[in-house]
């Protein structure tokens, strides 16, 4: 499904990413770790269109998306969320929802926003699925609350949701669990898991180990943006790197 050839990207002349081939397969759930600095971010970035490489090819669903926008690399169906919570603010889960949905809809986001030009049964359907993501990312409870108010656990899932809500063949999270407590780290858990059984091909990048090692099948380790290992958990705990 993702294929990175040979990818390098600099920084004023620094190499971030130097030489990195690796491959998602559908349905495969991936872990990206390494030390802060590795250019697992970066790696992301390139992915999904916010940097592009300086050398190097990448292939979505075996179409090249190397020079190609975020907006236009979305629709193809790879979504991601970030390192920070981005939300917008003063508006509640849903509509937020509501705001992420349109590109699922394939219409004007104002229309979108404003239910304008769509059929009382289209615009039913809109609003069933919004509800249905909520209730499968398990904030159903939160719908109507505005997103600033709520504790960071559940702002890190809502920004989960919103990524999910664009229908991704091919999901990046990009360190989901930062800032979450065990209790909520182990929800953060269930869920990814859940998103994968529910064939969505996963690439995490993540710091805390016992996460990935517990729900990655398949690990790939990088340092100053080179691969160093690639496998299972047990091959990766067992590789003296």
Do not use: W
Not at 3 to 9: D, S, T, V
Not at 19 to 43: D, M, Q, R, W, Y
């Amino acid at each position: 499904m993702l294929e990175l050839n040979n990818i390098y990207k600099y920084f004023s002349g620094v190499k971030a990413v130097d030489g990195l081939s690796f491959k998602v397969k559908k349905g495969e759930l991936v872990g990206l770790i390494g030390p802060n600095g590795a250019g697992k971010t970066t790696v992301l970035n390139l992915i999904n269109g916010i940097l592009k490489p300086d050398k190097g090819k990448i292939l979505f669903n075996s179409r090249d998306i190397t020079a190609k926008s975020v907006h236009y690399i979305s629709r193809l169906g790879l979504s991601r969320t970030f390192q920070q919570n981005m939300l917008f603010e003063g508006l509640t889960c849903k509509e937020h929802l509501r705001l992420s949905s349109y590109l699922f809809e394939k219409k004007n986001i104002l229309q979108s926003s404003l239910s304008i030009g769509i059929n009382k049964e289209k615009e039913d359907a809109f609003f069933n699925r919004i509800n249905k993501i909520l209730k499968f990312m398990n904030i159903e409870e939160h719908s109507n609350i505005v997103a600033d108010s709520l504790p960071n656990g559940i702002k890190r899932t809502l920004g989960v949701a919103l990524a999910y809500s664009t229908n991704p063949q091919l999901l990046l999270l990009d360190e989901p669990a930062a800032g979450m407590s065990f209790k909520e780290m182990e929800g953060l858990k269930l869920l990814i898991s859940k998103l994968a059984q529910n064939n969505i091909s996963i690439l995490l990048v993540e710091h805390n180990i016992k996460l990935v090692m517990d729900i990655c099948k398949t690990i790939i380790v990088i340092n100053e943006g080179k691969l160093i290992a690639e496998g299972t958990p047990k091959q990766i705990i067992n590789d003296k790197l």
